[in-house]
Nanobody, 119 residues
Framework: QVQLVESGGGLVQAGGSLRLSCAAS????????MAWYRRAPGKQRELVAA???????KYADSVKGRATISRDNANNTVYLQMNSLKPEDTAAYYC?????????????WGQGTQVTVSS
């Protein structure tokens, strides 16, 4: 069983930046995609960004131009760099891994890290 552990969340002012990290407990197959999701209070979980094993990426329209997803296969880690943060980015952010890049059905999930953006 793979465990995913997110870190890097916190309280930041609007306009600021954060870098989220997600470390896997063991080697994630390089064939697996990885992704970041978020869930704001009272809202559905939504995809923020995803990356394939080849480095192909996709982003939610709401974060395009402000977010960058990347992965370090050697260290079993995926990152999410978020810039120009807005109060509406406030949410619990979750890391996912598996074969869900196209289907949205992921095999592994982390416990989440809270991001709060103050206005």
């Amino acid at each position: 069983q793979v465990q995913l552990v997110e870190s890097g969340g916190g309280l930041v002012q609007a306009g600021g930046s954060l870098r989220l990290s997600c470390a896997a407990s063991r080697t994630i197959s390089r064939a697996n995609a990885m992704a970041w999701y978020r869930r704001a209070p009272g809202k559905q979980r939504e995809l923020v960004a995803a990356i394939t094993s080849f480095g192909i990426t996709k982003y939610a329209d709401s974060v395009k131009g402000r977010a960058t997803i990347s992965r370090d296969n050697a260290n079993n880690t995926v990152y999410l760099q978020m810039n120009s943060l807005k109060p509406e980015d406030t949410a619990a952010y979750y890391c996912a891994a598996g074969n869900g890049y196209y289907s949205g059905r992921w095999d592994y999930w982390g416990q989440g890290t809270q991001v709060t953006v103050s206005s």
